[in-house]
């Protein structure tokens, strides 16, 4: 596993075929992130943290679909002193058992730190198509940045952009979307037109 990666996942390794997955950002896609001059910030406690209206429904759906449901993160406040671990890890345990995720990658660095794990770098991606077996070709990464589009691409999914109008560029993604409960049912149409390869 990449140095400084993490997860919280059922014990049991998933066996089978390829399965398709959502790899979800966290927060702009799964819990509100105001915006501090143009750009989104993070819930300090789970006290402040505000599911966005709309994911919980979404993601029932997903999953009932087919998908796993897989966030990767990038919360750099712990590498700047802004948190820590611990109470990043309270707000995706909180998440975890709201949403039903099947599993929870972290990366808490910045960019300093030139980690592999850390989008627009595919780490987290990878690590958690390995553990799950999962077929990036057939999954997508939905993300409210350019990080995470071009982390997706670069792991060979799917992407989506949810787009708050950020101060910051725009990437080009496959889909864009103002929310995951407005892509979720496209995205369930997708699963149904067949099983993933593999």
């Known amino acids: 596993m990449v140095a400084g990666m993490s997860q919280t996942a059922p014990s049991e390794r998933p066996t089978g075929s390829a399965r398709r997955a959502l790899f979800l950002d966290r927060d702009g896609v799964l819990n509100v992130a105001p915006q501090v001059d143009g750009l989104p910030t993070s819930p300090a406690t789970v006290a402040a943290m505000e599911i966005i209206p709309g994911v919980e429904e979404a993601c029932a759906r997903l999953k009932a679909a087919g998908f796993l449901l897989v966030m990767v993160t990038n919360q750099p406040d712990i590498a700047n002193a802004k948190t820590t671990r611990s109470k990043v890890d309270a707000i ?102 067949g099983p993933a390869a593999g």
Not at 158 to 177: K, L, N
Not at 183 to 191: N, T
Request: some cysteine; aromatic content about 6%.
């Open 92 to 193: 995706n345990r909180a998440l975890q058992a709201r949403l039903g995720l099947d599993a929870i990658y972290v990366c808490p660095h910045n960019d300093r730190d030139n980690c592999e794990c850390r989008k627009p770098k595919p780490g987290l991606l990878l690590t958690a198509a390995r553990r799950w077996n999962i077929d990036l070709a057939a999954s997508y990464m939905i993300g409210d940045r350019w990080r995470d589009v071009e982390a997706g691409r670069a792991a060979g999914c799917r992407t989506v952009f949810v787009d708050h109008g950020y101060r910051e560029r725009r990437p080009q993604a496959d889909i864009i979307t103002t929310s995951l409960a407005a892509v979720a049912p496209m995205l369930v149409a997708d699963v149904r037109r």
